[in-house]
Structure formats: structure tokens, C-alpha cells
């Protein structure tokens, strides 16, 4: 049975995790509620795939305390290991084999029955658009299929909980928004992913949380917008269609005036509460307003402010616009 969105499919506590002098984990406290997509944003070597491998029983934490969908993580690792499902930024497919012969591998390892798991490799070839290339060698297979064939692979023992590693890391746009299609099929059928990424894009469309690592520990967590409303610039833009509106407006609010444009930016953090309080002044004043858009610093601003690090996102862009 899907666990409800109301409950809890891992709690960590003072996770800590060294490699010899090298701290990678310092006190890492997490809550991620099932059913939901929980995000691990970071640069590289901020500890978000140590997270992943100690969660998943690749490794041992130092110190810390984890429970996974209800299951203590050192007293029961295979009740962990039963209910969860692994795929990393490398597909771990076999290109000698075909994609069917992949699933059914998958399906003896998980002592399906031959029956049983040729039933459920033909329903995940199907589930992932991979029925015309069932019998051929995943070595001949797309990237973007290889990732669907590697997420296939990992639901054919049905886990309840998913970590995505850096999945869609070398796709191009149109498969990688394949794969945002399929996470939110997954999470829509009562399943856990947690989705570590350094596209901030996939992290805003996709996660219901997102925790932001820098040098080991938790620097901010929270959804994405109120992730934004946390760093300085967020605005609300105020159009007129007379001079003297925007005279008035600018006179009552402060805020940067556009006379051109008969615009005026006033600064908020982009929260209910602030945009109430200014549409009651202008109210008050009874200043005419055209058109009203809320402005909010983007993913890229949060991450580069909390970490002091562009994202890989933000270099590709950076090096394409040369």
C-alpha cells in the first residue's frame, strides 16, 4: 500500500561523515514526507551523493540516526534495501544485453518468478516507451533511453522510495523533460524521490522541498519560492496608463520609477502578506494601476548567495553565449 502524503518517508538526525581527516557531512538533519519530491542541491563535493549512498546502505554514516519508511536504517538495512530503489547520474544497464533482458534480469535478482518477472518487464517497456527496442542491445539505446531503461530497471521491485542521482545530467532538453514526466508519474502513484541535481530548473519544476549543501552541511531549506523570497531583489511592478498615477504611486511607495515605461518597482520578498499591504495603500490612496506582476530572484540567485557558486547550469549558459 502508497504510503500517505502525511506521513514521513525519511528522517535523518546529526548525520556526520568523514574520509579520513576530510569532513563531507557535518550534521545533516533531514525530513522528507512520502509521496512527495525532496531536492538535494549543492555544488560539487558538498556532500550530496554521500547523502544519497549512506541513505540508500552503500555506506555508514559516522554518527546520525536515520529511519526510512518506518524502517530503522543500522538495526534493518535489508527492510531498507527492499523498499527503495537507486539510479544514479551512470546508467547501470548492461549494453550487451537487450532491454528486456536487462528487466528480467532485475526480476530474477528481486526472486520474481520467470513468469512473473517477464509480466513486469512488459509492463515497464510499455510504461517507458520502450517496446519497439525491447530486443535490441542497450548498448544501440539513446541516452535519454538508456536513463528511462536504468529508471525501469529500478521500479521492477516496486520500491516505495527512489533516489535519483544527478539524472538527467548529458540529456538533452527534450529527454530530460521526459524524465520530469515520468518523476511526477511516479510521486502522482504514492512513490518518494529524492533528486539530487545541479540543474536548477529541474529542481524548481520538480521538487515539493529542496535543501540547499554547501561544504557538508544544510545552509537553507525550504520550497523553492520561499527559497527565493530569501534573497534581496524580489520586486513588485506597478504599470500605469497616466503620468500622474505613477506621480502619485511613487509619492506614496518609494520604490524605482520608469517614466518611460510608466512603471514603478517597488522592493518586496515576493509574500502574500507584503503584496496585501501594498494593494491596500494603493487602495487608500486610490491610485489607478494597470497591471501588477510579482518579480522574485530565480534559483540560480538563491544557490549563488547561499554557496558562493555558479551552477553548472549557469556556466553551460555562460559558455554558450561566448
Same mark, same amino acid.
Given at each position: 500500500?502508497?504510503?500517505h502524503? %502525511?506521513?514521513?518517508?525519511?528522517?535523518?538526525?546529526?548525520?556526520?561523515?568523514?574520509f579520513?581527516?576530510?569532513a563531507?557531512?557535518?550534521?545533516?538533519d533531514?525530513?522528507?514526507? =512520502?509521496?512527495?519530491?525532496?531536492?538535494?542541491?549543492?555544488p #560539487?563535493?558538498?556532500?550530496?551523493?554521500t547523502?544519497v549512498k549512506?541513505?540508500?546502505?552503500?555506506?555508514s554514516?559516522?554518527?546520525?540516526?536515520?529511519?526510512?519508511?518506518? *524502517?530503522d536504517? /543500522?538495526?534493518?538495512?535489508d527492510?531498507?534495501?527492499a523498499?527503495?530503489?537507486?539510479?544514479?547520474q551512470?546508467?547501470a544497464?548492461?549494453g550487451?544485453?537487450?532491454g528486456?533482458? #536487462?528487466?528480467?534480469?532485475?526480476?530474477?535478482?528481486h526472486h520474481?518468478?520467470?513468469?512473473?518477472?517477464?509480466?513486469?518487464a =512488459?509492463?515497464?517497456l510499455?510504461?517507458f516507451?520502450?517496446?519497439?527496442?525491447?530486443k535490441?542491445?542497450? %548498448?544501440?539505446? %539513446?541516452g535519454g533511453m *538508456?536513463?528511462?531503461?536504468?529508471l525501469a530497471?529500478?521500479?521492477?521491485?516496486?520500491?516505495?522510495l527512489?533516489? +535519483?542521482?544527478?539524472?538527467?545530467t548529458?540529456?538533452?532538453p527534450r529527454?530530460?523533460?521526459g524524465?520530469?514526466?515520468?518523476?511526477?508519474? +511516479?510521486?502522482?502513484d504514492?512513490?518518494?524521490?529524492v533528486?539530487t541535481t545541479?540543474?536548477?530548473?529541474?529542481?524548481d519544476?520538480?521538487?515539493?522541498?529542496?535543501a540547499?549543501l554547501?561544504h557538508? %552541511?544544510i545552509?537553507a531549506?525550504?520550497?523553492a519560492?520561499?527559497?527565493k523570497?530569501?534573497?534581496p531583489g524580489?520586486?513588485?511592478?506597478?504599470?500605469?496608463?497616466?503620468?500622474? /498615477?505613477?506621480?502619485?504611486?511613487?509619492?506614496?511607495?518609494?520604490?524605482?520609477?520608469d517614466?518611460?515605461?510608466?512603471?514603478?518597482q517597488v522592493?518586496?520578498?515576493?509574500? +502574500?502578506?507584503s503584496l496585501?499591504?501594498?494593494i491596500?495603500?494603493?487602495? =487608500?490612496?486610490?491610485?489607478?494601476?494597470e497591471?501588477?506582476?510579482?518579480?522574485?530572484?530565480? +534559483?540560480?540567485?538563491v544557490?549563488?548567495?547561499?554557496?558562493?557558486?555558479?551552477?553548472t547550469?549557469?556556466?553551460q549558459?555562460k559558455?554558450?553565449?561566448?
Open positions: 500500500m502508497a504510503p502524503a %502525511s506521513q514521513t518517508a525519511i528522517t535523518a538526525t546529526g548525520l556526520h561523515k568523514s579520513g581527516d576530510h563531507v557531512l557535518e550534521g545533516i533531514l525530513e522528507v514526507p =512520502a509521496g512527495t519530491v525532496f531536492s538535494l542541491l549543492g #560539487n563535493g558538498a556532500g550530496k551523493t547523502i549512506i541513505l540508500s546502505t552503500l555506506i554514516a559516522d554518527s546520525g540516526h536515520v529511519r526510512i519508511l518506518g *524502517h536504517l /543500522d538495526a534493518e538495512p527492510a531498507v534495501r523498499a527503495i530503489g537507486v539510479t544514479g551512470y546508467a544497464v548492461d550487451l544485453l537487450t528486456e533482458e #536487462n528487466l528480467m534480469l532485475m526480476g530474477s535478482l520474481l518468478g520467470r513468469r512473473r518477472a517477464r509480466q513486469r =512488459a509492463e515497464l510499455e510504461r516507451d520502450l517496446v519497439d527496442a525491447a535490441k542491445p542497450a %548498448s544501440t539505446y %539513446s *538508456h536513463r528511462r531503461l536504468d530497471m529500478t521500479l521492477v521491485g516496486d520500491p516505495r527512489i533516489f +535519483l542521482d544527478e539524472p538527467t548529458g540529456l538533452d529527454s530530460r523533460r524524465m520530469w514526466d515520468i518523476t511526477r508519474e +511516479l510521486v502522482a504514492g512513490v518518494t524521490v533528486l545541479q540543474y536548477l530548473e529541474e529542481a519544476r520538480l521538487a515539493d522541498r529542496i540547499v554547501d557538508g %552541511s545552509v531549506q525550504g520550497t519560492d520561499e527559497l523570497r530569501r534573497i524580489g520586486h513588485i511592478r506597478l504599470t500605469f496608463a497616466e503620468a500622474g /498615477d505613477l506621480e502619485s504611486a511613487a509619492r506614496t511607495l518609494g520604490g524605482s520609477r517614466d518611460t515605461a510608466l512603471a514603478l522592493p518586496s520578498d515576493g509574500g +502574500l502578506d496585501r499591504a501594498l491596500d495603500r494603493v487602495d =487608500a490612496e486610490s491610485i489607478e494601476v497591471e501588477l506582476s510579482v518579480h522574485t530572484p530565480d +534559483l540560480d540567485d544557490f549563488l548567495s547561499l554557496t558562493g557558486h555558479p551552477t547550469e549557469d556556466d549558459r559558455a554558450a553565449s561566448r
